[in-house]
């Protein structure tokens, strides 16, 4: 398996969910996915008006993925990975979009936690413990399914 994570600030919540509106497989966990989110995000941003990029979106692209898991056991890793870098208390919402090539994720997190505590930016930039992270994750997730599970997804 090949892991590829990608990092950077973001200034404006609705362009960035805009840009990935078009993806039906969604996770989050800010309170009700049929509200319009990007009035939840910003909700949370106001705490902090005097910072200028108050998200942050995480691209990871997965590919040499053998076999083909479920969105369910993808949405387990990232949210494995999410709980793992310590950013399970932030809000977020992820993205999950499969192809034949590749599984890619995107996670944009509101870095505002209260009116005196961010992430801050300088963290930016994978290190290998999280690509550790993604890879443990993905190898319990194999090791959970039965031989049989697996030929089946292999048939498909």
């Known amino acids: 398996m090949r892991i590829k994570i990608k990092e950077t600030p973001i200034t404006d919540f609705a362009h960035d969910l805009e840009q990935l509106s078009h993806i039906q497989n969604r996770f989050c966990n800010l309170l009700d996915l049929d509200f319009n989110i990007t009035s939840q995000l910003e909700k949370q941003a106001k705490r902090r008006p005097s ?7 995480v691209n990871v ?3 040499d993925i053998i076999p ?3 969105i369910e056991h ?12 310590g950013w399970d208390d932030l809000q977020y919402i992820g993205f999950i979009q499969k192809s034949d090539v590749e599984v890619e994720i995107d996670i944009i997190f509101n870095r505002i936690i209260s009116p005196d ?5 300088r ?6 413990q999280q690509y550790q992270i993604i890879r443990d994750s993905y190898s319990n997730i194999l090791q959970s399914l039965s031989p049989n599970s697996l030929c089946l997804m292999n048939a498909r």
Not at 51 to 57: D, F, H
Not at 117 to 121: F, M, V, W, Y
């Open 51 to 57: 910072i200028k990029k108050p998200g942050i979106r």
């Open 61 to 63: 692209k997965l590919s």
């Open 68 to 70: 083909d898991l479920t």
């Open 74 to 85: 993808y949405q387990k890793i990232i949210i494995e990975y999410i709980q793992g870098i």
């Open 117 to 121: 505590k961010t992430i801050s930016l």
């Open 123 to 128: 963290c930016l930039g994978a290190n290998w």
